[in-house]
């Protein structure tokens, strides 16, 4: 069973910029497909309740169970995969954040909260957590300018940046220390050449 990293943090932050440069990098030093990265990302496009979901609250429960299947089947197929899994988000930070978010926002009832809570104990069940999972933290102008930015769907809103992180908070301290690593990258251009450095150093110590 291959190992796999998840990277985690709020919308705008920068996860998928992150999980694409550090795919790069790996493979440019590696010089070989073989010894890069399996990845796998949020997909917000290709979703077939996001943007159904962003203008009708309605499709939130839907939106929600759909990616927690799709996250179950991408750490599925990354496990057995050749080479080290690498998942931008993930099944946690999808409960853990964007589920809790919505929940506390009013567009997930308690009974539909509830339910999310049952799926995403039972997939986590069956499939082992991410041996690291890297935090992303940035201040709320940086997130906000890179949201402005993206051409995507995006649900969560920088002004929800606070309360998403004091969701991962809560659920961060109940994971072993030498399982996660918390990185600043507000100042960081998002080829993330610090990051991508600190990170690759913790991947050579896991092969």
């Excluded at 926002?105 to 909260?113: C, K, N, S, V």
């Excluded at 991962?168 to 994971?175: A, P, V």
Aim: proline share 3%; hydrophobic share 40%; charged share 30%.
């Amino acid at each position: 069973m291959s190992k796999l990293i998840a990277i985690v943090g709020a919308s705008g932050v920068g996860k998928t910029a992150l999980v694409a440069a550090l795919a790069n990098v790996r493979a440019e030093r590696s010089g070989s497909q073989a010894e890069a990265f399996e990845t796998a990302y949020e997909q917000h496009a290709e979703r077939p309740f996001q943007s159904l979901f962003k203008s009708d609250a309605r499709y939130a429960l839907a939106n929600q169970i759909d990616y927690f299947l799709l996250r179950a089947e991408q750490e599925k197929r990354l496990r057995v995969a050749p080479r080290m899994g690498l998942i931008d988000g993930g099944l946690d930070l999808d409960f853990y954040g964007f589920t809790r978010l919505f929940h506390k926002r009013g567009l997930l009832t308690d009974p539909e909260f509830d339910l999310c809570r049952r799926v995403y104990e039972f997939i986590r069940q069956s499939l082992p957590r991410p041996e690291l999972i890297i935090r992303l933290c940035a201040d709320e102008s940086t997130v906000a300018n890179r949201l402005s930015r993206r051409d995507r769907i995006n649900i969560a809103n920088a002004e929800d940046t606070a309360l998403f992180d004091s969701f991962l908070n809560q659920w961060l301290t109940s994971i072993p220390s030498d399982q996660k690593l918390e990185l600043d990258v507000s100042n960081e251009t998002l080829r993330y050449e610090k990051s991508v450095k600190a990170i690759l150093e913790i991947v050579s110590e896991m092969l």
